[in-house]
């Protein structure tokens, strides 16, 4: 019979691995243009202020993705690892306080891989994501059935879902579309939102009380408030200046409002089982989707 002190111990080790996994977290919005990209570049360097190594998955094409609001060049991609291309070191970029990997390509080519260039992305995300602390993924926004062929890691399982809620009649519709599709279509139960450009505390509560009544009612998932983002020019500012806001205007009240949500972030539980969690059960998921695509996207 094993005494206490090992059984104590045995835990005691189970937890020290939980803690080190990486923590995986897909942001994801109903629609383009609500500030997706300028939420995880932001929250990126917020988590990095306090001091957690953090790196950015980019499967936006341009314009306007998070590469090009940084001012960060890629002359190689995740696609380019796969394929042998490059090496790993070659496609990661910095963006002085975090890295960044261009994904968009590896995404919309997904359904065309072959197994060997599969086993090589997944080799190469596992590589990249085995030295952070947390991965963000500004996930592509998907509309229409004419982009039901491409994959994105928000639709995957293994990692939690942040969904940026623009403080707006439209962005709450279409945010709470994405969410309906995401529970009834890929058995998502758990929403992390960020209500984005509201004026307020109050506001943003209300923003999202309405949406977690109306959750409830309809759909077997759970939502909970993570923060909101204040409007301020200053987040604008600094975007043309191609930095995070927490750079650019560190005392203003958006740098702020981002300091308080990564902490809030931090604080998310793990997922406990390794086998339903991290990049292969992203990447496995994927697959899934790859196989039944329809099913998948609902569109």
């Not at 001012?71 to 490059?86: E, G, I």
């Not at 945010?175 to 992390?192: G, M, V």
Request: net charge positive.
């Amino acid at each position: 019979m094993r005494n206490n002190r090992g059984i104590d111990q045995a835990e005691g080790l189970r937890r020290l691995l939980v803690r080190n996994q990486t923590q995986i977290v897909t942001v994801v919005s109903g629609k383009a243009g609500v500030g997706c990209s300028s939420v995880v570049i932001n929250l990126a360097a917020a988590l990095a202020r306090s001091g957690k190594d953090v790196l950015v998955l980019d499967e936006n094409h341009a314009p306007n993705n998070l590469l090009n609001n940084l001012a960060l060049p890629a002359r190689y991609d995740l696609l380019d690892v796969a394929q042998q291309r490059c090496m790993m070191g070659d496609a990661l970029l910095s963006a002085k306080e975090f890295a960044v990997l261009p994904t968009a390509r590896a995404m919309y080519a997904l359904a065309t891989l072959r197994a060997d260039e599969l086993k090589r992305l997944q080799d190469a995300l596992t590589e990249a994501s085995g030295s952070v602390d947390l991965m963000l993924v500004d996930a592509v926004t998907l509309t229409g059935k004419a982009n039901a062929s491409v994959m994105s890691s928000g639709m995957a399982n293994g990692a939690a879902l942040l969904v940026v809620v623009d403080a707006t009649a439209s962005g709450i519709t279409e945010s709470y579309a994405l969410i309906k599709r995401l529970a009834t279509d890929n058995a998502r139960s758990q929403f992390e939102i960020v209500v984005n450009r509201a004026t307020d505390e109050q506001a943003a509560m209300t923003v999202f009380e309405n949406m977690a009544k109306v959750a409830r009612r309809n759909l077997a998932a759970r939502l909970e408030y993570l923060g909101y983002i204040p409007h301020d020019n200053k987040l604008k500012r600094a975007t043309l200046l191609g930095k995070p806001v927490l750079e650019a205007f560190p005392a203003s009240a958006a740098a702020k409002s981002y300091l308080e949500l990564s902490q809030k972030l931090l604080c998310l539980p793990m997922r406990q089982d390794a086998e339903e969690s991290g990049i292969s059960a992203i990447i496995q998921s994927l697959m899934r989707q790859v196989a039944q695509p329809l099913a998948t996207t609902g569109w």
